[in-house]
């Protein structure tokens, strides 16, 4: 079974300050992705990455960046955190090599609230 | 670029009674792969099924769901509900090697089943 792992799982932070949310996998997959999650909205794309030293934006990148400094490690940045960024934050990982198809694999979840 | 529209907003059902969710798609490629993902509460999402072959019938778990590339549909179903099925469904659909890195979503439907 794939693995995905977030890091910190629950987050308070305070408008203005920056928040990085980390994200480590195991299983050697190429792409990477970071989600969030909004009632009524249901994942919206922030950033995604097929490699190591790549980021590409997603559908709402705009307040984010992202870092991949290796194949398994992808984070999320927010320089300066506002009170709409606060959601629920999935990372995944997916490889279309091996006949996965790229299928997602989901990490726990990172609650984010910015105060 | 690509699209899905499934069944959006909340689903309910008395339980045994069937399920169908709805998932069609748009996209250039002629071979895609269609995925249904399904999210408990308090979970992340976890691939629920998926396919890329022609008129071909994928089960698991009790849904089954085929792929029809003649009508761009993969709907979901199950022939008698339970409780335990109630959870948030995402339809996606994943470009073929040559094809966009990033997945595409539905927006999600929400299925309570009650007793």
């Known amino acids: 079974e794939a693995a995905v792992t977030q890091s910190p799982r629950n987050k308070v932070a305070v408008t203005g300050g920056k928040v990085t949310l980390s994200c480590n996998q195991t299983?050697?997959?190429?792409?990477m992705y970071w989600y969030r999650q909004d009632t009524g909205h249901g994942l919206r794309l922030i950033h995604y990455?097929?490699?190591?030293?790549?980021?590409e934006k997603g559908d709402i990148p705009d307040g984010y960046k992202a870092s991949r400094p290796s194949q398994e490690n992808f984070s999320l940045i927010l320089e300066l955190a506002t009170p709409s960024q606060t959601s629920v934050y999935f990372c995944?990982?997916?490889?279309?090599?091996?006949?996965?198809?790229?299928?997602?694999?989901f990490g726990a979840g990172t609650r984010l609230s910015v105060l | 670029g690509d699209s899905v529209t499934q069944t959006e907003g909340l689903v309910t059902l008395t339980e045994g009674l069937p399920v169908m969710l709805n998932c069609t798609y748009q996209?250039?490629?002629?071979?895609?792969?269609l995925f249904w993902y399904v999210q408990h509460l308090n979970e992340s999402p976890r691939l629920l099924l998926k396919?890329?072959?022609?008129?071909k019938r994928t089960e698991h778990q009790g849904f089954h769901a085929t792929l029809h590339k003649s009508s761009s549909s993969f709907h979901l179903q199950k022939s008698s509900a339970q409780l335990s099925d109630s959870a948030l469904y995402y339809c996606?659909?994943?470009?073929?090697?040559?094809?966009?890195?990033?997945?595409?979503f539905g927006k999600g439907t929400s299925l309570v089943v009650h007793p």
């Open positions: 990455s097929y490699g190591a030293g790549s980021t």
């Open positions: 995944a990982s997916g490889d279309r090599l091996g006949g996965s198809q790229n299928t997602l694999y």
């Open positions: 299983n050697n997959h190429n792409n």
């Open positions: 996606a659909l994943s470009d073929p090697p040559g094809g966009n890195y990033k997945p595409t």
């Open positions: 996209t250039i490629y002629s071979n895609p792969f």
């Open positions: 396919s890329f072959t022609d008129n």
